[in-house]
T-cell receptor, first 114, second 117 residues
Framework: AQTVTQSQPEMSVQEAETVTLSCTYD???????LFWYKQPPSRQMILVIR??????QNATENRFSVNFQKAAKSFSLKISDSQLGDAAMYFC???????????FGKGTLLTVNP | GAVVSQHPSRVICKSGTSVKIECRSL??????MFWYRQFPKQSLMLMAT?????????EQGVEKDKFLINHASLTLSTLTVTSAHPEDSSFYIC?????????????FGPGTRLTVL
């Protein structure tokens, strides 16, 4: 079974600084998808970024980028120029190529200090 | 695009009653919808997967007779918690995958907080 590990239960960053959230996963599949979701205090799950495993290029979405290391099974999220609105729980998630289910990590609570 | 709504956002009910939660994809057709449960400060736990017009697939340990799921159309899925008890109190979240493009991505509703007295 696939597992997703987020080793940082909590992280903090100063406003305007950069922070990296780590995520590792375990799988025997070669075709899969990886996601970062954000859950602010409202508890609405918001898609931050997605990465297809077959793509070597790291995905980016404005201030959010990933470092996808397929051989190491690592998928970290970098948030640049952190803003107060970035404060939330961040979940890393895995989806296999042939399975619709998402496997979530336990989450990292990000605090942004003004 | 890819907006998912849930109704109600909060519900309080007495023990023994049934509660229905609706999940709608507002601007797309959803091939597959998912129901999750989330306890405070924990991750999401998948309860079941549903496809339009077919029976839901439940995860191990989830009672299908207690958590009834109906995926009546490509834009609507409902979760009914039957004979609710205080231990069913939780935050329930649905998600949906779009037909056609980016079927690998799930878009989430805002969640429903259920409190059973």
């Amino acid at each position: 079974a696939q597992t997703v590990t987020q080793s940082q239960p909590e992280m903090s960053v100063q406003e305007a600084e950069t922070v990296t959230l780590s995520c590792t996963y375990d799988t025997s599949e070669s075709d899969y998808y990886l996601f970062w979701y954000k859950q602010p205090p409202s508890r609405q799950m918001i898609l931050v970024i997605r990465q297809e495993a077959y793509k070597q290029q790291n995905a980016t979405e404005n201030r959010f980028s990933v470092n996808f290391q397929k051989a190491a099974k690592s998928f970290s999220l970098k948030i640049s120029d952190s803003q107060l609105g970035d404060a939330a729980m961040y979940f890393c998630a895995y989806r296999g190529g042939s399975n619709y289910k998402l496997t979530f990590g336990k989450g990292t609570l990000l605090t942004v200090n003004p | 695009g890819a907006v998912v709504s849930q109704h109600p956002s909060r519900v309080i009910c007495k023990s023994g009653t049934s509660v229905k939660i609706e999940c709608r994809s507002l601007d797309f057709q959803a091939t597959t919808m998912f129901w999750y449960r989330q306890f405070p400060k924990q991750s999401l736990m998948l309860m079941a997967t549903s496809n339009e017009g077919s029976k839901a697939t439940y995860e191990q340990g989830v009672e299908k007779d207690k958590f009834l799921i109906n995926h009546a159309s490509l834009t609507l899925s409902t979760l009914t918690v039957t004979s609710a008890h205080p231990e069913d109190s939780s935050f329930y979240i649905c998600s949906a995958s779009r037909a056609g493009e980016d079927t690998d991505t799930q878009y989430f509703g805002p969640g429903t907080r259920l409190t059973v007295l």
